[in-house]
């Protein structure tokens, strides 16, 4: 802890000699070469170990590079690891570890803190990102037990080949006293597995949701320091992940409404020291409400598709319908999810291909049925050259979707002026559904 905290100090006269150095480089050349040193000195330093509370120490990774999640999910800010440790007055405590990839840093992180011993280590979650470093901490820590529920328990076994007896498992709304620090457990499944739980530091009002709203963002900013953008990152992540989830998150907010939280410790992205930002945030994504949005993901081989997107998307704004086209050549898929959230509707729009939809379309309807968003109409448009199943198909692949289908519209070829007058129709009847809903102002 010595050593870092010199660092820390040091930040300041570093960065003011770097920018002596830059300036002398300025008419040499040599300046991209100092930023990058500043640059990277900057990433190092902020990895490190940093205290959010007295006694207790941020002391996870920051993964700069990662874009893709299970092989899946695009990650265009990379994600942070989050690991806590607690010291309390007998016991010391590592809230949740870091994805193995990342394992050194967190060894680091707490030799760096000054510990020589831990007595528990709480797994929230056993998906790999939070729990891949237990056997190692385990190893080095070998008086350490980890602290979970049963079913966590059990799946550390499966997938980390974890000893059973190194568990100490805690009942719902168990605490276990660290001295003059205490720690809940509350249980919490299906955040997105069905073993994740939350931990509540009572003294000092910390709430540790492991990936409950937290946000897929690499920032070495310790707490949310831009709301707009950290929204973007949770929103996200809450589509990607846990939207299919949306009732059990409900339950989970419901149960943790009376607690008293005066900051909320996720296990991705940054702190917040304001929690009513992110827990108003997720009220309103889990809430039943829709907003008078139409999304439109779509596919057009030789333009008759596009034709009639563009002119469905017109349409829909003529009726002061919000509307989100998405290219599925071009789209990164987690905002087709982002929009998905809160769309009161989706037209699925595709050209005909070996006489069904094209595969990038079966993609994003096959994706969009996974996440069960609250959507609550649906309809296809698209065209065809010479026959087949196109709509049939995609419309069987609803299943989840507890969605009212609107009439779809396919037609043969290039559109014609008929064909352009039936979007109408179809947009008319979209506008009609949505003032039920009391959604168009
Ligand atoms: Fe961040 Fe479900 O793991």
């Known amino acids: 802890m010595g050593m870092y905290m010199t660092q820390r100090k040091d930040i300041p006269i570093l ?5 002596h150095l830059l300036n002398g480089c300025r008419t040499t050349g040599y300046a991209p070469y100092v930023e990058l040193v500043k640059t990277n000195l900057k990433r190092r330093i902020k990895m490190a170990v940093r205290e959010i509370k007295p006694n207790i120490y941020s002391v996870g990774a920051i993964d700069w590079d990662r874009r893709l999640f299970d092989e899946l999910i695009p990650l265009p800010d ?44 709480v797994a929230n979650h056993a998906e790999q990102d939070h729990s891949g470093a237990i056997p190692k901490i385990l190893e080095l820590y070998p008086n350490a037990k980890v602290l979970t529920n049963p079913r966590c328990k059990d799946m550390l076994v499966d997938l980390l080949l974890v000893a059973a007896g190194k568990f100490i498992t805690v009942n719902d709304g168990e605490s276990i006293s660290l001295g003059d620090k205490t720690l809940e457990f509350i249980y ?14 009572k003294e000092d009002k910390i709430l540790f949701p492991c990936d409950l709203l937290g946000s897929h963002l690499a920032t070495s900013d ?8 950290v929204y973007e990152s949770a929103k996200r992540y809450y589509a990607e992940i846990m939207m299919p989830f949306r009732t059990n998150i409900k339950k989970h907010l419901e149960k943790i409404k009376n607690l008293e939280i005066e900051m909320i410790a996720p296990s991705h992205g ?25 999304i439109i993901p779509y596919i057009s081989m030789h333009g008759s598709t596009r034709r009639m997107v563009d002119y469905f998307v017109e349409a829909l704004i003529k009726r002061n319908i919000a509307a989100k086209p998405f290219n599925l050549t071009k789209t990164d898929i987690g905002e087709l999810a982002m929009a998905l959230v809160d769309a009161a509707t989706i037209v699925i729009a ?7 939809p094209h595969p990038s379309v079966v993609y994003a309807v096959f994706l969009a049925n996974a996440l069960r968003p609250k959507t609550k109409f649906a309809s296809v448009i698209g065209s065809y050259g010479w026959g087949g199943k196109m709509l049939e198909q995609i419309t069987g692949m609803l299943t989840n979707l507890k969605v009212e289908i609107i009439a779809p519209l396919v037609v043969k070829g290039y559109p014609k002026e008929g064909d352009l007058n039936s979007l109408d129709r179809l947009a008319d009847e979209i506008h009609k559904k949505h003032k039920e809903q009391n959604i168009i102002r």
């Open 270 to 294: 940054p702190l917040y020291n304001r929690p009513e930002f992110i827990l108003n945030a997720y009220k309103d994504w889990i809430s039943d409400e829709v907003k008078n949005e139409v």
């Open 15 to 19: 960065a003011s000699a770097l920018e």
């Open 222 to 229: 310790l707490f949310v320091s831009d709301e707009a953008k």
């Open 78 to 121: 990379g994600t942070t690891y989050n690991a806590y440790l607690i010291k309390g007055s007998e016991k010391i405590t590592l809230v949740d570890t870091v994805d193995p990839t990342k394992e050194n840093e967190l060894v680091n992180n707490l030799k760096k803190s000054g510990i020589n011993t831990i007595d528990y280590v």
């Open 350 to 356: 595709s050209p005909t291909v070996l006489a069904g």
């Open 188 to 201: 919490a499944p299906w955040v997105h597995w069905p073993e994740t739980m939350l931990t509540y530091l």
